[in-house]
């Protein structure tokens, strides 16, 4: 079965410096994957997707993610994180009809 | 921007009352999805809909929820009787094209549903 992992519940980054969201996939023929954000009582806001083609997905508000098929993983990224940038982050996994939804990681960037 | 419609925002609730949820998908979206998400943790797909038609609910407890999409636009789902454990938030999102085809979801701002 699909699965998602988030390894770390929680990501703590002082403003300034680069932060690294991590998310590992199963693996099942070509993934399609998702990043998410998620602020306190909202829905959830599409960042990125990666689909193929180039390994480095840019999407929105300066995060970008990389997609490494050797070690399934698709970590997102920020060179220089924002204290509006502390949210719930998703990573996703497209299924057959569905996505596939990692437990989550947040992220907390302080001043 | 065109955006996913939810409403109510907030619903309290006692349980073995019943409970619906409303939501409008962005205009032209044919793929409209109920989750379910428990706090702290990812949401879970509870039903899918294919325009007017139920292509996944294997999640769904259909004993004491439903859902309909019958004009294949906005879409309602309905719990009754509620319990305790259906506290959650309530999310309802709309994509133009499947996730396995690589399409993403655009979501609405939830619906938190609080079971006494």
């Known amino acids: 079965a699909q699965s998602v992992a988030q390894p770390e519940d929680q990501v703590n980054v002082a403003e300034g410096n680069p932060l690294t969201v991590k998310c590992t996939y199963s693996?099942?023929?070509?993934?399609?994957l998702f990043w998410y954000v998620q602020y306190p009582n909202r829905g959830l806001q599409f960042l990125l997707k990666y689909i193929t083609g180039d390994n480095l997905v840019k999407g929105s508000y300066g995060f970008e993610a990389e997609f490494n098929k050797s070690q399934t993983s698709f970590h997102l990224k920020k060179p220089s994180a924002l204290v509006s940038d502390s949210a719930l982050y998703f990573c996703a996994q497209g299924g057959y009809n569905k996505l596939i939804f990692g437990a989550g990681t947040r992220l907390a960037v302080h001043p | 921007e065109a955006e996913v419609a939810q409403s109510p925002r907030y619903k309290i609730t006692e349980k073995s009352q019943a409970v619906a949820f409303w939501c409008d998908p962005i205009s032209g979206h044919a793929t409209l999805y109920w989750y379910r998400q428990i706090l702290g943790q990812g949401p879970e797909l509870l039903v899918q809909f294919q325009d007017e038609s139920v292509v996944d609910d294997s999640q769904l407890p259909k004993d004491r929820f439903s859902a309909e999409r019958l004009k294949g636009v906005d879409s309602t789902l309905k719990i009754q009787p509620a319990e305790l454990g259906d506290s959650a938030m309530y999310l309802c999102a709309s994509s133009s094209r499947l996730a396995s085809l690589g399409g993403e979801q655009y979501f609405g701002p939830g619906t938190r549903l609080t079971v006494t």
């Open positions: 693996v099942s023929g070509n993934p399609y």
